[in-house]
């Protein structure tokens, strides 16, 4: 199958988005928040819970987001 994609796919320019990695800050009392980055990287604990769950990729979303509202509930006794 061939993709073929629309014209103004061919012309995208990608857009900067949020602070440069690595980048000092113009002063130490500049906090800078526009980057997403852990400098302390990914917990463990979080891999593993991403590994056991990657069968799941493929699967949309529940769109009426069962389960969390049901652990949302147990946990605000609402």
Known sequence: MKIYP???AK???PASHGGKYGTKNAGSD???FSSNVNPLGCHPGVKRYLKKQLDLVSEYPDPDSTRIRKNLSWLTGV
């Open 30 to 32: 500049v906090i800078d």
């Open 6 to 8: 629309n014209k103004s």
């Open 11 to 13: 012309s995208h320019v």
